[in-house]
């Protein structure tokens, strides 16, 4: 039997949204308000990350986020992802979605045509088709970029706690960073059926309105 032929993920119920954006753009940060949110507005709501999100992926997640930048080739973290992610989706995600459940996750596919495709200069072609084959083509719902000045974000990772080890992609250079920027442009440009720019620079308070006011707009569409 071939196990490699792609398949829909077919979700009838749930909504998807993932957070996208560069190091120290604030996303963990509104996850946690959002979530807040939803559930005093008795909503279901289930949060979750990549790389990681099962306890299988959160083990492999640690030697990808930390240790030397050069650590690993771009190529060979995208196909660690789309492990990774296959994994996720199966248990996480698609089931979360199909009992009806709001899914927060920071990073999803965005993230590696971003680092490992603008930024790391693998084929975004193959990137697509990877996820298309072996992640059953699932994308979010809604799609929230923080576009955020990449020294400004750097500096605030710098303010993270010290136990915070999770520092590999800082330690690349600001041209790798800018690329980042740049490629989530394209995609905001690409994609924006799904995609919500939000300005990183603002307020947290700001930020939370902006999210929930768009939020809102795509509940009362799938209503």
């Known amino acids: ?3 490699n032929k792609s398949y829909q993920v ?7 949204v993932t957070f996208e954006g560069g190091e120290g753009s604030g996303k963990s940060t509104q996850i946690d308000f959002l979530k807040k949110y939803l559930l005093n507005n008795n909503c279901n709501v289930i949060c979750t990350r990549e790389p990681g999100g099962t306890p299988e992926g959160e083990v492999i997640r640690k030697t ?21 992610r296959r ?16 899914v927060l996750c920071d990073r999803f596919i965005d993230s590696t045509i971003v680092y490992q495709g603008f930024a790391g200069s693998v084929n975004q072609s193959l990137l697509i088709e990877l996820h298309k084959k072996f992640c059953y083509n699932l994308y979010p719902d809604l799609t929230f970029f923080f576009d955020l000045d990449p020294k400004l974000g750097l500096q605030r990772t710098k303010k993270r706690s010290i136990n915070i080890k999770e520092d590999r992609f800082e330690k690349f250079g600001i041209d790798y960073h800018h690329k980042i920027l740049k490629g ?10 799904r995609f919500v720019k939000i300005d990183g620079s603002q307020s947290i308070e700001k930020i939370s309105k902006d999210i929930i006011f768009y939020l809102n707009i795509k509940l009362n569409q799938n209503a």
């Open 1 to 3: 039997m071939n196990n």
């Open 10 to 16: 077919k979700v009838n119920r749930g909504l998807f």
């Open 64 to 84: 990808l986020v930390s240790g030397d930048s050069g650590s690993w080739d771009p190529l060979s973290e995208a196909l660690i992802f789309n492990g990774l």
């Open 87 to 102: 994994q996720h989706i199966n248990k996480i995600i698609s089931p979360s979605l199909i009992d009806g459940n709001i």
């Open 184 to 193: 989530y442009h394209q995609l905001t440009h690409n994609y924006k059926d």
